[in-house]
């Protein structure tokens, strides 16, 4: 009994003791309160415990124990700021962050984010975007490109103090993008890129002129090598086809050798007897025709001479002859001129006669002629004139007198209208035929038109009734004969 009441005394005290036992875990820190307290670091009258990595007792009902996470947190920071250049840029960054260590930045936290530790990111982001935003007021694009290290520790200092207000430390703060929405990052880094795109592609080229001088030099040497290969397999080739023709030649020039010996022993008989005819030839023939040249040469000489002698003789002659009978030409010549001149002026003397004969004539035939044309005028001029009287008094009598006069002629023209007829029929005898030509005058046929024409001669003659001058001939009229 005794030892059933200590068992269960044991459980019960251990029950108890289970109850009153709290352990804080390594990334916890326990907050005990509901009794008088005093921290290190803390205000007097804080009124709670802290406990970190170990366990302590809690009187339930008297106290209360909550829990703080000491864990690590992460916040995405995305600002809008404007740099000193006036330029909009968009900062992007992350910042990981956790409760401070110490039982003062535990208790700060405590205080602020106890029941509130999810909004623990949105806090942070707040205070760190007005830090940046102030800090990159004060910087140029380029400072902040160039130098990020700077700005994140700029950002980190500024803030530290506030964050440690909040009972936080910053375990780590990076900048990871500065984005431009007007273009002028990258209008900043155009020169740079086309001066590395420059750089890659000269790189570029002259590594390809170096493999391409490397490889042609390569194949240069190559080239070389093959060709004194050939060379020297040729030299070989030639060495050996020389060796070997001399093998085969070996025979044949033996034997032409002795055929070249015999040869020059030949040539050397053929050679004395040769020698032997020209001596002979020499006695036999050369002296003989010498002789005989000799002989021909000088009696052509001689009768060259001879023929020379006579040819000046003959020419000396010739010369006398030729003078004399110049002599005897230029006195006839002489005679002749001053005959011939006597003859000249004869007959000018008789063409100027005549001429003068001949313009007497021409002038005299020529004042006949005038004369005469001058009669005719005037008889015309009468005759017209007369015939204008007539016709003024009696025209139909004058006009049948024409007509009578040129009745052939009209019956001609008349007839030419039936030229092309070949065959044609009358009906009512000689008086058709009658009536027939009778419409071939009357009706505007040729003969009528004939008649016509002698009637309107007859009626413009009246005009030129005006008698003609003594040096003007009239213009011919148109006239029946």
Known sequence: MIAAISVGGILVLTAVFKAMWRVA???????????????????????????????????????????????????????????????????????????????????????????????????????????????????????????????????????????????????????????????????????????????????????????????????????????????????????????????????PLAEAAARQEVVVQETKVAELEARKREQQLQVDVRKPADAEAYKTVTLAQAQRESKVHEAEAAAKETELRATADAMRVKAAAEAEAAATRARGLASAEATRATGEAEAAASKARGLAEAEAAKARGLAEAEAIKARAAALAENQEAVIAQQLAENWPEIVKAGAGAFAGVDHMVVLNGAEGVNDLLAKALTMGGTGLGLARQLLASMKEEPAATEPATANHVPPQQVSIQ
């Open 25 to 251: 875990e390594p990334n916890q820190a326990l907050l005990i309160s509901g009794a008088r307290h005093r921290t290190d670091g803390v205000d007097e009258g804080m009124g709670f415990r802290i406990v970190t990595g170990r366990g302590t007792l809690v009187i339930p009902g008297v106290q209360a124990v909550r829990r703080l996470s000491l864990d690590l947190n992460e916040a995405d920071l995305a600002v809008d700021c404007v740099t000193s250049q006036g330029i909009p840029v968009h900062v992007k960054g992350v910042v990981i962050f956790k409760v401070g260590d110490d039982l003062v930045s535990i208790a700060n936290a405590a205080r602020r984010f106890l029941d509130q530790q999810g909004n623990m990111n949105a806090r942070v982001h707040n205070i760190l975007a007005g830090h940046l935003r102030s800090i990159v007021g004060s910087l140029t694009v380029e400072e902040m490109i160039r130098d990020r290290e700077r700005l994140t520790e700029q950002t980190r200092a500024t803030s530290g103090h506030e964050m440690e207000k909040l009972g936080l430390t910053i375990d780590s703060l990076q900048i990871q993008e500065i984005e431009d929405p007007t273009g002028y990052i990258k209008a900043l880094a155009a020169p740079h890129t086309a001066a590395v795109q420059r750089d890659a592609r000269i790189a570029a080229a002259a590594a390809e002129r170096e493999a391409t001088e490397a490889e042609a030099e390569a194949n240069a040497r190559k080239s070389e090598a093959i060709r004194n290969s050939n060379i020297q397999q040729a030299g070989y080739q030639a060495e050996v086809d020389q060796a070997n023709a001399t093998a085969k030649l070996a025979g």
